[in-house]
């Protein structure tokens, strides 16, 4: 049996492998070649502890900043269905667990918006 997510400890373990994969991918690895991760991985941790336990902390607005990704990269389903599969991967592969089960929801309704709102 597999822990949940129940501190930002595993956030933070859960956006590191997620991110791990990201730069392995094929598909989507081009997307982050200018990425500042110093930046970018706390903003992320703010993000899934605020998406999995409600804390604040995190104040962006991620369908801007996408739909402005989007016009100098194109976004498409088969990227969304990348993104999705390597996150759902990670999340499996670390914890199981109402948290962990929230985290991908959290993620499929966001990455649903997205594309309606994008594509
Ligand atoms: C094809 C799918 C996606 C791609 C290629 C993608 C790519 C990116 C890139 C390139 C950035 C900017 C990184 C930087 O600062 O250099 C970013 C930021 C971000 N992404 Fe995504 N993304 C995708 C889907 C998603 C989804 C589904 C979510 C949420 C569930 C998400 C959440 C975020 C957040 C919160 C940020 C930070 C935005 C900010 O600056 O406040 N992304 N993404």
Redesign the pocket.
């Known amino acids: 049996m597999k822990p949940d997510i129940t501190t930002r400890l595993d956030i933070e373990k859960m956006v590191d492998l997620f991110y791990q994969k990201v730069i392995k991918d094929d598909q989507?690895n081009s997307?982050?070649a200018?990425?500042?991760w110093e930046?970018?991985l706390p903003?992320?941790y703010g993000?899934w502890n605020n998406?999995i336990f409600y804390s604040g902390g995190?104040t962006?607005?991620?369908l801007a900043?996408?739909k402005k990704?989007h016009e100098k990269q194109p976004?498409?389903k088969r990227?969304?269905d990348?993104?999705?599969e390597l996150?759902f991967e990670t999340v499996d592969e670390l914890f199981e667990g109402p948290n962990a089960n929230l985290a991908k929801q959290?993620?499929e309704s966001?990455?649903m918006i997205?594309q309606m709102k994008i594509l």
Do not use: Q, S, V
């Open positions: 989507l997307f982050f200018k990425t500042n930046k970018h903003k992320m993000f998406a995190y962006g607005d991620p900043k996408h990704l976004l498409n990227l969304f990348r993104w999705e996150f959290r993620a966001i990455a997205m």
